[in-house]
């Protein structure tokens, strides 16, 4: 059995790992005496295989593939850099099976526990000790521990009747499994499975890529196997990276033409636009000094901070530029625009940081995941507020100038923005004599914001499309492994009826042997048109009409998690059977 205890993330995990220790120390003496010494692991949160690998040998068995994959691939892939543990499915390890014939154990008025204590009492490994002499010393190995299932078969049982009746007499020897309590298949055929756990502070992408270099080394010096991989969740983290850079990119380009829209000057435009790498520059430099990394939730604080750290050049742009026009020189503008607006950009500069740093302080899960996502903002905010008010009165002087003429498209601009300042006037005045209007609107777009805002959706994340669709069997309670493979194979031939298939591969009989998993790995995101949560819902059906078993698809979480977490679970107490709990 396996008994998993979650902590508050408060919890010293060392402390607690102890706490229970001790407490599993206390009743050990009520546990039989049979079983094995109970172990206490800590284990992370996301304990959950990254990286999903298939060996696939055609001309090999079982066994051969499991004892290789053990010996030489597990070691290599274990000691990459950010690797806690490589786990391998459906793995063989090797036995040796005594097969007892219960007809021939009567004739010879024989038990099963009669077989056991000859393997005790035989398969023995005694130390052989040395010898010495006056000079020189000789160590003595003597293997007294059966190898073959010739030499197991001719272990002696029990004198009958003058008769010597060995273990060959009464059933059959033969190298074979450990035991089979977990079935592997790769788009249908059985393989050997291998996953790949990263620690809790590694990087998944610099794991992904050791993983897949040192499997294609591997693959060139595997006899008659292959490693192929069937699921790489660092996929989807280097995608939605990519495609925050490319929303950076895009971010800049947008706030750069409305910038120039507005203030039609080229010069007057590159100002505003310095603010931003330098902003970037110094938030990832405030993120680096703090342990911080380059994930989805800082680029999107970075995103974001594009778009705010250009107002406060831009407010310090317009003063100078105003008192430019009034005819003073570049140098005295730019020094009297910046000391007057000094105070204001100070004032925005510290209220900004002041609305996103509480979120670093906030507790639970929501504050460890917008720790960084807080701290760099605010971070790039006090930066952008420093260069508006030391490089853009600088950059002011040397570039801004005055120009009494202007050309044709300025005048049209003009006149269109002092027609809209003069609407603007025209509605405020109207605002202004109907007030008690103006404020029964105010209370009621509150009104509909409250209203409509209770009726949206409420959770941590949204699912997103990951590429990959996990589905779920749980068969009865004392289900064998073989119907649970069985039950498996209708999510495999569903599978394959998807168009958006690339792979799939299904594990039987983890964490138990009622249970199994089949993992669906989508095409990319370009060369398919629906979404994985449209395919989800598509199998959703299909999967409940798998006679005999629960089956279910699911989307996995966003966030990571272990695909089997749910956001909602009920724990039942009561003292019935479970003949009235299972009509529940």
Known sequence: SQITVRFRLSRDPDSAAADVRDKVARVRAKLPEAVDE??????????????????????????????????????????????????????????????VDRAKLAAYRLTVQDVEDALRRQNVEIPAGRIESDRREFSVLSQTDLQTPEQFGAIVVREVNGYSVRIRDVGRVAVGPLDERVITRFMGNTAVAMGVIKQATANPLELSQAVRQEIAEINKTLPGMEIVLMYDSSVFIEQSIKAVFSTIVEAVLLVALVIFLFLRNLRATLIPLVTIPISLVGACTLMYVMGFSVNTLTLLALVLAIGLVVDDAIVVLENIYRNLEKGMSRLDASLVGAREIAFAVVAMTVTLAAVYAPLAFQTGRSGRLFIEFALALAGA?????????????????????????????????????????????????????????????????AALAVFFGSKLRQELTPVEDRGVIFGFVSAQEGSTVRFTADNLKPL?????????????????????????????????????????????????????????????????????????SRPLEFVIMSSAPFEVLQRL
Request: charged share 20%; glycine share 4%.
């Open 38 to 99: 109970p172990v206490v692991a800590k284990v992370e949160a996301d304990a959950f295989p990254i990286m999903w690998m298939a060996v696939s040998a055609p001309d090999k068995s079982a066994l051969e593939v499991s004892d290789y994959v053990a010996r030489y691939v597990k070691p290599r892939l274990s000691t990459l850099p950010g690797a806690a543990d490589v786990r391998i499915f459906g793995e063989r390890k090797v036995s040796m099976r005594i097969w």
């Open 381 to 445: 905010v006090l930066v952008s507020g420093f260069v508006a008010l030391t490089l853009s009165p600088m950059m002011c002087s040397k570039l801004l100038r005055h120009e009494e003429k202007h050309s044709r498209i300025y005048v049209w601009s003009e006149n269109l923005f002092v027609a809209m300042i003069a609407g603007y006037r025209r509605l405020l005045d109207r605002a202004l004599h109907h007030r008690t209007y103006v404020f029964a609107g105010a209370l009621l777009v």
């Open 492 to 564: 495999e031939d569903i599978y394959r009826t998807v168009p958006e298939a690339a792979r799939f591969n299904a594990l039987a009989g983890f964490p138990t042997v009622s249970d199994g998993i089949a993992i669906l790995r989508l095409k990319p995101w370009d060369e398919r048109v629906r979404k994985q949560q449209q395919i989800t819902a598509e199998l959703a059906p299909r999967f409940a009409q798998v006679p005999g078993v629960r089956a279910f698809p699911t989307n996995p979480p966003s966030l990571g998690q272990s695909p089997r």
